[in-house]
C-alpha cells in the first residue's frame, strides 16, 4: 500500500510553521494554530474544517494548494485529516432514497452524476459502501459540499452532520494516489 504524505503550513504560500502528516489526524491543533496552505506530496486526504474528522470536506490529491482557502472556498482552517488508502478492485455501492436503508434502492459500479436524471430518486439519505473509496456530492455534476465515504454502513447521513444535505451525485476515487 502507497503511503500518503502531506504537509500543512501556518501562512499562505507555505510558510511559517510546517506540520507533516503520514496518516490519520483527528485534531492538528496542537501541532498548528492555523493552516493556510498545503502541499500533497504523495496521495490522497480528505481534509474537514473541524477536529474529529467533521464540518466540511475537501478532497485534496498531489500538488500545491499555496491557498487554499479562496481556491476552494472555505471559511475555515483545516483542522483535521484523513489518509484515503489506495483501492484496486472493483465499486460497488448501494445508495437508498431514505434513512436506514428504506425507500428505493440501487446498486452503482460506476460513478454517478445526476442521481434524479439516472435513478429518479429525489433523495439518497443512506448507503452501504461494499467496496472501494467514494465521494458524494450535494449537486448534480460533481458540484457542492461532498463528504468522502469508505466501505462500511452509512444508515443515516443527517446524524453524520449532514442534515439538510441532498447527496445527487457520486463519484469513486480512483485516483492513483
Known amino acids: 500500500m502507497t503511503m500518503g504524505k502531506i504537509i500543512f503550513y501556518e501562512e499562505r504560500n507555505f510558510q ?8 490519520d489526524c483527528s485534531d492538528m491543533s496542537s501541532y498548528l494554530s492555523r493552516c493556510h496552505s498545503c502541499r500533497v506530496e504523495s496521495g ?3 481534509v474537514y474544517d473541524r477536529p ?3 464540518g466540511n470536506q475537501y478532497f485534496m490529491r498531489r500538488g500545491e494548494y499555496a491557498d487554499y482557502m479562496s481556491m476552494m472556498g472555505m471559511r475555515d482552517c483545516i483542522r483535521s485529516c484523513r489518509m484515503i488508502p489506495m483501492h484496486r478492485g ?3 455501492m448501494r445508495i437508498y432514497e431514505r434513512e436506514n436503508f428504506g425507500g428505493q434502492s440501487h446498486e452503482l459500479m460506476e460513478d454517478c452524476d445526476n442521481v434524479m436524471d439516472r435513478y429518479r430518486m429525489s433523495d ?3 448507503c452501504n459502501v461494499m467496496d472501494g473509496h467514494w465521494l458524494m456530492y ?8 461532498m463528504m468522502y465515504l469508505r466501505p462500511g454502513e452509512y444508515r443515516s447521513f443527517r446524524e453524520m452532520g449532514m442534515s439538510g444535505t441532498r447527496f445527487m451525485s457520486m ?3 480512483t ?3
Do not use: A, K, L, V
Not at 16 to 23: K, L, N, P, Q, W
Not at 138 to 145: A, L, N, S, V
Open 52 to 54: 474529529n474528522f467533521m
Open 90 to 92: 472493483q465499486f460497488r
Open 16 to 23: 511559517g510553521r510546517s506540520y507533516e502528516c503520514m496518516s
Open 171 to 173: 463519484r469513486r476515487i
Open 138 to 145: 450535494e449537486q448534480p455534476h460533481y458540484r457542492g459540499r
Open 124 to 126: 439518497c439519505m443512506s
Open 175 to 177: 485516483d492513483m494516489c
Open 44 to 46: 490522497c486526504f480528505m
